[in-house]
């Protein structure tokens, strides 16, 4: 597509459910970002997928987020027994390479009550 | 921690004026980036700068940096109400110091008064 597509926009789950969050990537860009961002706070890095290689997990928080990206295309961040600290929205983003500026999506607001 | 931090962390300024916002870092980069976010949502790219490079215009975008003092900073001339949203910059290390990612400063949130 045109751009980076994250899907849902907004999600409001119970606390201790497990959520999935969509991020479809520019197509042709090798790498895939995953970052999430509390109210008037930056960006905090999640986790970083490039091409075949391994993916740089060191920022995901705990072991209760985990993150794939299927075909080297569309990724899925899943946050298990989600607790009320993760409501942030998180943004995902592609690129070309790391030398490239990034496209963002629009992000998804995850609110846990 | 934050490898960029932005100052000031907050800028009023009316319409017609220049906006001027600074970022620092801790070490060694490849490239800096400036982003720009409306509505805390997606951020979009303005423009980077090479560790080789001392100055880059775009528009009404002035960007400089500085590597022996680890800053850069981010000007914006003739602003318009339209300029108002935060601004972040970005920095990407260098490919042997392991963290391919950017990181992201707190930002710096500008409003233009019309």
């Known amino acids: 597509g045109a751009g980076v597509s994250q899907s849902p926009s907004n999600k409001v789950t119970e606390k201790g459910k497990d959520v999935e969050l969509r991020c479809d990537p520019i197509s042709g860009h090798t790498a895939l970002y995953w970052y999430r961002q509390s109210l008037g706070q930056g960006l905090e890095f999640l986790i970083y997928?490039?091409?075949?290689?391994?993916?740089?997990k060191s920022g995901l928080p705990s072991d209760r987020f985990s993150a794939e990206r299927t075909g080297g295309s569309v990724s899925t961040l899943t946050i298990q027994r989600t607790q009320q600290e993760d409501s942030a929205v998180y943004l995902c983003a592609s690129s070309q390479s790391g030398n490239y500026g990034y496209t963002f999506g629009s992000g998804t607001r995850l609110t846990v009550v | 921690s934050q490898q960029g931090e932005e100052d000031p962390q907050a800028l009023s300024i009316q319409e017609g004026e220049n906006a001027t916002m600074n970022c620092s870092y801790k070490t060694s980069i490849n490239n800096l980036q400036w982003y720009r976010q409306n509505s805390g949502r997606g951020l979009v790219h303005l423009i980077l700068?090479?560790?080789?490079?001392r100055e880059k215009h775009s528009g009404r975008l002035r960007v400089t940096l500085d590597t022996s003092k680890k800053s850069s900073s981010l000007l914006i001339t003739a602003s318009r109400a339209a300029d108002t949203a935060s601004y972040f910059c970005?920095?990407?290390?260098?490919?042997?110091?392991?963290?391919?990612?950017?990181?992201f400063g707190s930002g710096t949130r500008l409003q233009v008064q019309p």
């Open positions: 970005a920095t990407d290390a260098p490919m042997d110091t392991g963290r391919r990612a950017l990181t």
């Open positions: 700068i090479r560790s080789n490079e």
């Open positions: 997928f490039q091409g075949n290689s391994a993916p740089d």
